[in-house]
């Protein structure tokens, strides 16, 4: 079992940063990737960022490559998310998520939700222009 708590949101204006974090209760969470998703009033949960059980290997959606940055301390059991030159289309409630990794060659950070076993509660992030 594993608790995800997430932090950092707020609001913000189109151009500032913003960082969020995720931390993770829990034994074990270097076992797990790990991800952040976010849901516009509206509109379908989607796919941010994800991280590798390493760290090693991480993806984005086109809409905020270049942007956002995910990396994760396995020793503070922490995922991030640093948001740099909002937009008010980043508005949403973000999300954190874990997915079990499947063995140790398993580096590929999923994008789907259904590839995720836990689930934070969500966090407000809000950007005015």
């Known amino acids: 079992q594993v608790q995800l708590g997430e932090s950092g949101g707020g609001l913000a204006q189109a151009g500032d940063s913003l960082r969020l974090s995720c931390a993770a209760s829990g034994r074990s969470f270097s076992n797990y990737h790990m991800a952040w998703f976010r849901q516009a009033p509206g509109k379908e949960r989607e796919f941010v960022a994800a991280?590798?059980?390493?760290?090693?290997?991480?993806t984005y959606a086109d809409s905020v490559k270049g942007r956002f940055t995910i990396s994760r301390d396995n020793v503070k059991n922490t995922v991030y998310v640093q948001m740099n030159a909002l937009k008010p289309e980043d508005t949403a409630v973000y999300y954190c998520?874990?997915?079990?990794?499947?063995?140790?060659?398993?580096?590929?950070?999923?994008?789907?939700?259904?590839?995720?076993?836990?689930w934070g509660q969500g966090i407000q992030v809000t950007v005015s222009s």
């Open positions: 998520a874990a997915g079990r990794k499947t063995s140790d060659r398993d580096i590929r950070p999923r994008r789907e939700r259904n590839e995720y076993d836990y």
């Open positions: 991280i590798s059980w390493t760290g090693g290997t991480t």
